[in-house]
């Protein structure tokens, strides 16, 4: 079965902080996922990965491939970074068309001013 | 941003009654799918489509059908309402499938009494 697993579910930090928060996934990929979404409810896309590292800003996304591992790294956190913060994977039908994505709970990040 | 926009963006309905969802987008991407998302779970894929006329089911398509008549349109339709179907609905669009960013619709609050 597939599964996503995200650590923390929550994270509270003081503005300024260094961010990390994990996935874990149970089968080989070709790609992840990171999104964010907004106290409203807006989902955006953040990255998508397959190896290695990518930045954005203040934002970092890096993967392991072989320990099926990836972090989504936040520096110099701010109030405005507050959200919930998705990564996600495919899941290959068995059509070999690419089906779907199997997402994780999410960790819900507050940061303080 | 891309262009997905979804309607009704806020429904209240009774059980039994017919509800329709629509995910209309002007990009002109190949595939659509539709999520729900309720408390405790993460993003849960209900139906995608792949092509004018080509859909297939998700992890939690029972009580939903779909169709898609053409690249800018996707319905959602729920024959008969039940109150385990309240929950947020969002579509998403990608060019080439999962192992392409996804962009999100802003949702649709769907509450069945």
């Known amino acids: 079965k597939n599964e996503v697993e995200q650590s923390p579910q929550n994270l509270t930090a003081q503005e300024g902080e260094f961010i990390t928060i994990n996935c874990s996934y149970s089968?080989?990929?070709?790609?992840l996922h990171w999104l964010q979404q907004h106290p409203g409810g807006g989902i955006v896309s953040l990255f998508m990965l397959s190896s290695g590292k990518k930045k954005h800003g203040r934002l970092i996304a890096t993967i392991n491939i072989q320990e099926k591992h990836s972090s989504l790294h936040i520096t110099a956190s701010h109030p405005r970074d507050s959200a919930v913060y998705i990564c996600?994977?495919?899941?290959?039908?068995?059509?070999?068309?690419?089906?779907?994505?199997?997402f994780g709970k999410g960790t819900k990040l507050s940061v303080k001013p | 941003d891309a262009g997905i926009t979804q309607s009704p963006r806020h429904k209240v309905t009774e059980t039994g009654t017919p509800v329709t969802l629509r995910c209309h987008q002007t990009?002109?991407?190949?595939?659509m799918y539709w999520y729900r998302q309720d408390p405790g779970h993460g993003l849960r894929l209900i139906h995608y489509s792949y092509g004018v006329k080509d859909t297939d089911k998700g992890e939690v398509s029972d009580g939903y059908s779909v169709s898609r008549s053409k690249t800018e349109d996707f319905l959602l339709t729920l024959e008969s309402a039940t109150s385990s179907q309240t929950s947020v609905y969002f579509c998403a669009i990608s060019e080439t499938g999962t192992n392409n960013e996804q962009f999100f619709g802003p949702g649709t609050r769907l509450t069945v009494l």
């Open positions: 996600a994977v495919p899941l290959m039908n068995y059509g070999g068309s690419q089906g779907n994505l199997i």
């Open positions: 990009e002109n991407h190949r595939y």
């Open positions: 089968v080989g990929i070709s790609a």
